[in-house]
Each structure stands twice: as structure tokens, then as C-alpha cells.
């Protein structure tokens, strides 16, 4: 629930909860709380976030356009431009705030009644305002991280409707700079007749095998495993020592 600032101060629980949800704990309180405060719940304007709005965006939209340079180095221009346009949408930051809750510490006034939706923009805003205050309180590697935390299941998500093709390729990317790995291909199973065979892949980095899936081909059913690969991974994901279940 949304608190009115005017009415009721922000409680250090509070600050306390939402470093815990996003993950990130600030050196500099102020700036947390800074981002927080809707213009309707400041004393002034400058204490409100939109100045770290302002920041924010401009910041959210370089290590995007960084991630996607990284990742898919065999895109042109435009299809990075349409996918960069989908992730850094006012749309997608709303949704991922909803989804960290972040309208549970939104500072507001009267303006803005808890009895209502709290509108997209305010969502989104608060989004951009949290990735400046990160970068102002911890620099770019803290922001990089919350960003490539938050943004890459979008971004592959988005990927995956431009270029389908691009599965194995992102895999390739991720394993090699988390793990230091590059992924194998393995055929599980065959099925159908000699001119019309299926198959089933699964992809594997190390010694962890990821879910198989079927394809018409095997260029189609190690894109598939790919895929699935990438759907298992978390940006933060370190690997067990023993093999998954096959």
C-alpha cells in the first residue's frame, strides 16, 4: 500500500524491505528514498524523483543498448532498435516494478488515493528513478547488474519474436561470460522414418544438462534446447557440481 509522506514518514523497516526486494543495499539511504517520493508526496519538487527519473532513463537505455550490442552480434541496427524500443518502454519498466512491489514503498501525497490504480506512469518512473540511484550510490557495475537482472528475461522474450534464430548464439554469450564455458549439443532421442526424422536435443554447459526438446532437425531442436537452456539460467545462476537429471 502506498503511504502519504505528509501524513506518515518513511520508516526505516520500510527502507529496509525494499533493499531486501530489489536486491541492492545502499550506502546512501537518502537516494533510496529519494526515488521513492513521488512529486505529489515531496515538500518541494527537488525532493521529489524526478530528477533521478531524468537520470535514470538516459542510464536504463545505455546498458541496454550495451546488453544488446554484447548479445546479439549478428543483428543490425534496426532489429536492436526494435528491441531496445520494447524493453526500455514505459509498458515494460511499469511491469517490472509491479512486479517488485515497489508501490508497496511509493511515497505519495493526496493527489495520487491508494483507493486507486497507481498509474503506469508513476510506476515507470519510480522503475528509472531506483536504476539512477543505484548508479549513484554503488557506479555502473551495481546498475549493470539490477538492469541484466531484471531486463535480460524481457530482452529474450522480445529477441525470440525478432529473431528466433538467435537462441544458440545467446546461449553461447551468456555461458561463456558467467561460466567461462562454452555449451555442447547432445541428441537424446530419434523418432520417425529415415526421411523424416525428429530428434530430440538437449544443451548442456559443463556438466549441467538443461531440459531436451524436439525439433523437425537437428538445427531446429538445438535451437529449441537453446531456448529452454536460457529459460533455466538466471543472470546470477552458478553452477551445481553434479548433472541434472536427464
Same mark, same amino acid.
Given at each position: 500500500?502506498?503511504?502519504?509522506?505528509?501524513?506518515? =514518514? =518513511?520508516?526505516?523497516?520500510?527502507?529496509?524491505?525494499?533493499? *531486501?526486494?530489489?536486491?541492492?543495499?545502499?550506502?546512501?539511504?537518502?537516494?533510496?528514498?529519494?526515488?521513492?517520493?513521488?512529486?505529489?508526496?515531496? /515538500?518541494?519538487?527537488?525532493?521529489?524523483?524526478?530528477?533521478?527519473?531524468?537520470?535514470?532513463?538516459?542510464?536504463?537505455? !545505455?546498458?541496454?543498448?550495451?546488453?544488446?550490442?554484447?548479445?546479439?552480434?549478428?543483428?543490425?541496427?534496426?532489429?536492436?532498435?526494435?528491441?531496445?524500443?520494447?524493453? @526500455?518502454?514505459?509498458?515494460?519498466?511499469?511491469?517490472?516494478?509491479?512486479?517488485?512491489?515497489?508501490?508497496?514503498?511509493?511515497?505519495?501525497?493526496?493527489?495520487?488515493? @491508494?483507493?486507486?490504480?497507481?498509474?503506469?506512469?508513476?510506476?515507470?518512473?519510480? !522503475?528509472?528513478?531506483?536504476?539512477?540511484?543505484?548508479?549513484?550510490?554503488?557506479?555502473?557495475? =551495481?546498475?549493470?547488474?539490477?538492469?541484466?537482472?531484471?531486463?535480460?528475461?524481457?530482452?529474450? /522474450? @522480445?529477441?525470440?519474436?525478432? /529473431?528466433?534464430?538467435?537462441?544458440?548464439?545467446?546461449?553461447?554469450? $551468456?555461458?561463456?561470460?558467467? !561460466?567461462?564455458?562454452? =555449451? $555442447?549439443?547432445?541428441?537424446?532421442?530419434?523418432?520417425?522414418?529415415?526421411?523424416?526424422?525428429?530428434?530430440?536435443?538437449?544443451?548442456?554447459?559443463?556438466?549441467?544438462?538443461?531440459?531436451?526438446?524436439?525439433?523437425?532437425?537437428?538445427?531446429?531442436?538445438? /535451437?529449441?534446447?537453446?531456448?529452454?537452456?536460457?529459460?533455466?539460467?538466471?543472470?546470477?545462476?552458478?553452477?551445481?557440481?553434479?548433472? $541434472?537429471? *536427464?
Amino acid at each position: 500500500m502506498t503511504r502519504d509522506r505528509k501524513n506518515q =514518514p =518513511p520508516l526505516e523497516p520500510d527502507l529496509e524491505a525494499c533493499q *531486501k526486494r530489489i536486491g541492492y543495499l545502499f550506502q546512501d539511504r537518502a537516494l533510496l528514498l529519494t526515488a521513492l517520493t513521488h512529486a505529489s508526496g515531496a /515538500q518541494h519538487r527537488l525532493g521529489s524523483n524526478e530528477r533521478l527519473e531524468f537520470l535514470g532513463d538516459s542510464i536504463l537505455g !545505455f546498458f541496454v543498448c550495451e546488453i544488446l550490442y554484447r548479445f546479439f552480434p549478428d543483428s543490425l541496427e534496426g532489429d536492436l532498435t526494435r528491441i531496445k524500443s520494447v524493453v @526500455v518502454s514505459r509498458e515494460t519498466c511499469s511491469r517490472i516494478s509491479d512486479a517488485l512491489g515497489l508501490i508497496d514503498f511509493l511515497i505519495v501525497g493526496k493527489g495520487l488515493s @491508494v483507493s486507486k490504480p497507481v498509474p503506469m506512469s508513476v510506476l515507470s518512473d519510480v !522503475f528509472e528513478s531506483l536504476v539512477a540511484a543505484i548508479y549513484l550510490d554503488g557506479g555502473v557495475q =551495481p546498475a549493470r547488474i539490477f538492469i541484466e537482472r531484471l531486463l535480460m528475461p524481457q530482452i529474450l /522474450q @522480445v529477441a525470440s519474436g525478432e /529473431q528466433g534464430a538467435n537462441h544458440k548464439s545467446i546461449l553461447q554469450q $551468456t555461458a561463456q561470460r558467467d !561460466f567461462g564455458l562454452t =555449451p $555442447t549439443y547432445e541428441v537424446i532421442d530419434e523418432a520417425g522414418p529415415d526421411h523424416s526424422k525428429s530428434f530430440q536435443v538437449a544443451a548442456q554447459i559443463g556438466q549441467v544438462r538443461y531440459g531436451p526438446a524436439w525439433g523437425k532437425n537437428k538445427k531446429e531442436a538445438e /535451437q529449441r534446447a537453446a531456448s529452454n537452456a536460457l529459460i533455466e539460467l538466471k543472470p546470477d545462476d552458478s553452477l551445481p557440481e553434479s548433472e $541434472t537429471e *536427464k
